[in-house]
């Protein structure tokens, strides 16, 4: 409820932020894909909100230093692993930049799935799993590698948590790599 924290969420549809800005009880500051920002009227909604754009593909240092300045003012960053939104018969392919934000500040990462359809009179579900801790095992700097292989295991959990509404090891909140 209060310090820092990356809120981690499977992304399916345009209506995955609006829908999780309404259920969850803090304000969270997006991570948004720059397009998003072209439409002035859409621009200051974004802005007002706390969202604010990066160039997908690239390495956006100003949106790497935005991010970092959220969670180092103990403020709540939302981000989608995948980057963009995945159709039903996509593969679910992670960045490692959670993993790295996680890494870098010490900020838990809350996973967030979203599960159910987007169709008039149907169920949607929010899950929020417990959060989750970021280290390597000795102290040390993980390598890319490792980052990578952290994000593939929470987008793992976001979407085993979609689809059985829990996670699997509920005890486990801190992912170390050795």
Known sequence: MEGACIVALNHKSLWDAPLVVTVLPRPLCFMAKKELFKNPILAGILRWSGAFPVARGTSDIGAIKTALSVLKADKALALFPEGRRVGENEA??????????????????VPVALGGKYRLFARLDVYV????????????????????????RLMAFILQMAETGK????????????
Do not use: C, M, R, Y
């Open 92 to 109: 679910h392919t992670a960045k490692a930049g959670v993993a790295l934000f996680a890494e870098k500040t010490g900020a838990p990462i």
């Open 129 to 152: 799993g417990e959060p989750i801790w970021v280290k390597s095992e000795d102290g040390s700097k993980l390598s890319g590698e490792q980052l990578q292989e952290i994000s593939d």
């Open 167 to 178: 996670g699997t090891k509920k005890e486990q909140n801190a992912w170390t790599l050795e």
